[in-house]
């Protein structure tokens, strides 16, 4: 009762021509407000309704906003039980002050839809206020960069939570409370992102929303995502054109900036549409191999033109298969750049993605990948993190091409069991979360080869490196620090490992006492763990008989 009067006096004193990002009284108070809320939770509510009631509709826009505002602030921490009737009965208002003479109103009122939007998505009845919430939010991105930035947010928390709240609803597949508005909505964003500057990043917060809606979409609006696909392909070319015309660090910034925000709107059309994106492939294989040549050394573009590739083989799977001669020479380059780690990271991933869509298609490229990848684990320069992904991509790789995998069967072998070794200092917290996640990549490895081998003629090649496995399974099992993650693929890789030896091979090393009792733990853990581990003992069972 002390703190709220002051902090709702300090939202009054908004400055007239403040500047987007300089830190004033009132907005310091309105984040006071808004932890303050989190903190005391219903408590608040009561103490700040009368301030909101006295001045929502008050002559000074001081006010006006300092009451919005206000509303916005405490929408988090209270329980959406208290709120609900409040934000039903206010809705209508704060849609209606969208059209606020004042500036500054029209900003927070948006800023405090979108939070509606974001954080109580069950007030918003689609009868009876998404057309106009809709109507309000797409005439306000004509608005200032600030006000447009803002309706951009609440569009997208608008479709990511009613796609969400709407996921389960079984009566109308294929359609979604959006729906009518889909079209209107998209071209409006676009529309938007049409501008030429990026002030407020107003230009980029219209990308992200309309990646939100092409994402959601539903079976009714996919002409949206189709059609949506085909302007930014377009944007694209045409901005691959102008590569010549760029002068000074602002241009290619801003060309750098748009070319991401195009990957993004085309991964999602490209997840959304899976294999439907093929009669377009090519157009946007053609289009990103482009860019790959045009970014250069510019890595945040390189690394969203890698993961449009990534998804694309994703979604086409075998039918990539076209498309890897041209590509290999870009990958190969970016798997060599051991100093950019975030690159790296993504070309690994790649491969992964490669190797899982062509399957056994893809043994021609497995000795050209695994000789890179391990030239990566021997760089002395390579982030360590990278390293975790490379032994998982092993797995990927093995899991692909199954039995052709033996020639590389014994140098990787050697490499896990190496990595295998490695012990954290456990005061050294930093280490001791690595070495958990270096297990993780080694299993990882370690289940792709197995699958790979299992159920197949060559499966005898693993024998030798049986007890190295079981090994390691121990020493993480037995791991204080262990996540459940980890303890998953522990349980998974031995059930596994015994599955492949079913006539008795591995008899002797499995009736080793402690996997008996790992295998009948009582420890807590989530059902599908808990799963996993009785499979794992049928296995076992079978494999030991």
């Not at 690159?343 to 695994?370: H, K, N, W």
């Not at 005061?427 to 990882?444: A, F, H, M, N, S």
Request: hydrophobic share 45%; net charge negative.
């Amino acid at each position: 009762p002390e703190i709220v009067p002051v902090l709702l006096h300090l939202l009054t004193k908004q400055e007239e021509d403040a500047e987007d990002d300089e830190w004033n009284v009132s907005m310091a108070a309105g984040t006071c407000l808004s932890l303050l809320a989190g903190a005391v939770q219903d408590g608040i509510v009561p103490a700040v309704i009368p301030f909101i009631e006295a001045h929502i509709k008050a002559e000074d826009w001081h006010n006006r906003e300092a009451a919005v505002m206000t509303f916005g602030s405490i929408l988090e921490g209270p329980d959406p039980a208290v709120l609900t009737p409040l934000v039903d009965q206010a809705l209508p208002l704060l849609i209606d002050m969208m059209t606020d003479p004042n500036a500054h109103v029209k900003d927070t009122t948006a800023w405090t839809l979108g939070r509606i939007c974001d954080l109580l998505i069950a007030c918003i009845k689609p009868d009876v206020h998404l057309h106009p919430l809709v109507s309000a939010l797409v005439s306000g991105l004509g608005d200032s960069p600030r006000v447009v930035a803002n309706c951009c947010w609440a569009l997208m928390n608008l479709a990511d939570q009613l796609g969400l709240y709407y996921e389960d609803e079984v009566e109308r597949p294929g359609s979604g409370p959006l729906s009518p508005y889909y079209e209107g909505v998209v071209q409006a964003l676009l529309r938007v992102t049409e501008s030429a500057s990026n002030e407020a990043n107003f230009r980029t917060s219209a990308y992200e929303a309309i990646t939100s809606y092409l994402s959601h979409a539903t079976g009714d609006s996919i002409f949206v995502v189709q059609n949506t696909l085909l302007t930014i392909l377009d944007r694209m070319e045409r901005l691959l054109a102008m590569q010549n015309q760029i002068i000074g660090v602002d241009d290619r910034n801003n060309w750098n900036e748009l070319q991401s925000n195009f990957c993004s709107v085309v991964i999602a059309v490209i997840r959304k549409l899976e294999k439907g994106i093929q009669p377009l492939s090519d157009r946007v294989m053609t289009l990103v191999l482009q860019l790959i040549q045009a970014a250069g050394k510019t890595s945040t573009v390189l690394e969203d033109a890698f993961l449009v590739v990534g998804s694309l083989a994703s979604a086409l799977e075998a039918n990539f298969a076209p498309y890897i001669q041209a590509f290999l020479p870009f990958l190969y380059s970016a798997l060599k750049a051991h100093e950019d780690t975030q690159l790296c990271t993504v070309a690994v991933g790649i491969i992964g993605d490669i190797s899982r869509a062509l399957g056994e298609q893809s043994a021609p490229y497995a000795e050209p990948f695994m000789t890179v990848l391990l030239e990566n684990l021997q760089s002395e320069v390579l982030n360590r993190n990278v390293k975790i992904s490379v032994l998982s991509c092993f797995g990927d790789i093995a899991l692909a091409i199954g039995p052709l995998f033996e020639p590389f069967l014994e140098t990787t072998m050697a490499v896990l069991k190496q990595a295998g070794a490695v012990e954290p200092n456990p005061l050294d917290y930093d280490l001791v979360d690595y070495v958990g996640q270096l297990r993780e990549g080694i299993l990882e490895a370690y289940t792709g080869i197995v699958t790979g081998l299992k159920k197949t003629p060559k499966v005898e090649i693993l024998l030798p490196y049986a007890q190295d496995i079981l090994t390691l399974i121990q020493r993480c099992l037995a791991d204080e620090e262990r996540t459940d993650s980890l303890v998953r693929l522990c349980y998974g890789l031995l059930g596994d490992l015994a599955d492949s030896f079913p006539g008795g091979q591995l008899k002797q090393i499995l009736l080793h006492p402690w996997i008996a009792s790992e295998l009948r733990s009582k420890n807590r853990m989530p059902p599908e763990t808990k799963k996993t581990m009785r499979w794992a003992r049928e296995m076992v069972k079978t494999a030991t008989q």
